[in-house]
């Protein structure tokens, strides 16, 4: 059986807390946890981090956790009943200064005093994930008059964009701090931040995750329309980041949907370009909430997301609170083996014509290019500290396996998230010098990877446990002696 290179985040809520249903997603093909902290409680995502890292080490599995901060998503207060119906014509008004809990069909507080500053007249504003549409007419001191061009229901909290974008809160709150010191304490391998506008609010995510002693590699979500407004604003904002997530929910509302797909497939060849994991995200198996299985579209999408090179794929409410969240996860599995099969999926142009910045990355993709070139490599081995070797060499097209051999637990579980990367504990370093190639070669053979007369490639540097050290790249035969 192949494996499968495109990888799966599942998020992880009431429909997936126990330690049964946990068991089933990481066998169905879970590599990555998300634990989402827009909802739940510190304690609920102690107790899953706890569960999961505790499953999957009984079942030899590496899973990589991911916490996702709730960032400044601006939301209408409340209703007095909670709810209310709108109708195309309506007027309807956003106050910053209307009592936070008294919201009626005529008026609804906002938490977001710059709103009255930050909009005009003439624009559009999208509510409920793009559902009700309003157009603003005259603004005030305290608050937009809008009138209601696409109407239905609006209840209590729900979110609020600009076509176009431009809401400018500030990337993190005062919840995010303290989820910044959870997933520290938690030791998360990743922690996305929502909705950075631009590289400056990567670099505070960071300053804040250093005070806070949090090691997490941080993901950009892609989700604002400025991110993406031009090359030097996504350029900027990935190369800030150590990975970037293709957020469709709120990024679709602020660009419109049709232009969605263009946008996906720029923002996946812009990470890989840097050297950046991607995930692509939101709605990928939505049907399957309530249904066992997926629609023709649902597959298309994920399947097109990995003919696009995604690290991974996502779910969201699918596995957090739908009826089927393993069922979910199987079928992503199987949707992306069937993509892999894809002969474009062994062809690559990556970095063609360029230079490369740095050895390591020259040693790494020197790798890929004998490993799809030498007929008889089977597999790679990438020795790594961090995880940046097999990070670069996967950004290649290849149907070569590359294994990541380290002996650091937060590495092993980070590359899970990583495309066609899977991790071999292995140290070096508690091995004579010049047997660690036929040791690490062994690890292979005794898995049934490799046998007598294949050929291996092997990355490593001049010392062990040197992150950016690689500098050598061996090509060894299975079978004979190896130094
Ligand atoms: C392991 C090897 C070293 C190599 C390093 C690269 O520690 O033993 O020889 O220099 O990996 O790590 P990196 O994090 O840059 O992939």
């Known amino acids: 059986m192949s494996l499968r290179r495109t990888k799966i985040v599942a998020t992880i809520g009431p429909a997936s807390s126990s330690p049964e249903v946990l068991e089933q997603l990481i066998l169905a093909g879970m590599d990555v946890a998300r634990l989402n902290f ?27 956790l ?7 998503k601006i939301r209408i207060a409340r209703f007095i009943d909670k709810k209310i119906e709108l109708q195309a014509g309506d007027p309807f008004c956003f106050s910053i200064t209307h009592p936070r809990d008294a919201g009626n069909q005529q008026v609804v507080c906002i938490d977001y005093p710059d709103l009255v500053t930050d909009c005009r007249v003439g624009d559009e504003l999208l509510l409920d994930d793009g559902r009700i549409v309003m157009q603003v007419e005259r603004v005030s001191a305290d608050a937009l008059h809008c009138l209601v061009l696409v109407g239905g229901p609006l209840s209590d909290h729900k979110g609020i964009n600009r076509r176009g974008g431009g809401l400018t809160a500030p990337a993190l709150t005062e919840k995010d701090k303290q989820d910044i010191r959870l997933a520290a304490e938690l030791d998360l391998d990743y922690l996305a931040v929502s909705f950075p506008r631009d590289a400056a609010d990567m670099h505070l995510a960071r300053r804040l995750c250093q005070e806070a002693q949090c090691n997490s590699w941080l993901v950009a979500k892609i989700e604002r329309a400025e991110a993406v407004m031009n090359d030097e604003a996504l350029d900027g904002l990935i190369s800030a980041s150590d990975a970037v997530m293709v957020a469709r929910g709120d990024l679709a509302v602020e660009i419109g949907d049709a232009e969605l797909v263009g946008i996906q497939k720029k923002i996946i060849a812009a990470a890989r370009k840097q050297n950046k994991a991607v995930i692509t995200a939101t709605q990928m198996m939505e049907s399957m909430i309530h249904s066992p299985m997926p629609t023709r579209a649902e597959v298309s999408d994920v399947a097109n997301a990995a003919l696009d090179y995604t690290d991974a794929v996502m779910l969201s409410a ?40 740095r050895w390591d990355e020259s040693i ?17 081995i990438a020795l790594t500290e961090s995880g940046y070797t097999p990070l670069v060499m996967s950004r290649i097209r290849s149907p070569m396996p590359i294994y990541a051999f380290t002996s650091s637990p937060q590495t092993q579980a980070r590359v899970a998230l990583f495309r066609g990367v899977y991790t071999i504990p292995f140290d070096p370093s508690a091995i004579a010098n010049s047997t660690v190639s036929q040791a690490a070669v062994e690890e292979l053979v005794k898995r049934g990877i490799v046998e007598t007369g294949d050929w291996v490639i092997l990355t490593k540097g001049d010392s062990y446990h040197t992150v950016g050290g690689t500098n050598t790249m061996k090509l060894l035969h299975v079978g004979h002696i190896l130094s």
């Open 318 to 357: 699918e596995t957090a609170a739908g009826e089927y969240p393993v069922q979910a996860v199987a079928a992503m599995a199987r949707v992306c083996l069937g993509a892999e099969k894809n002969p474009i999926m062994r062809r690559s142009g990556h970095r063609i014509g360029q230079q490369f910045e």
């Open 364 to 380: 790494a993709l020197a790798a890929m290019y004998t490993a799809n070139h030498f007929p008889g490599v089977k597999a790679i």
């Open 66 to 72: 991911l916490g996702d901060l709730q960032g400044p």
């Open 38 to 64: 827009s909802h739940g409680n510190a304690d609920e995502h102690r107790a899953r981090a706890v569960l999961i890292r505790e499953i999957a080490a009984r079942l030899n599995c590496h899973v990589a």
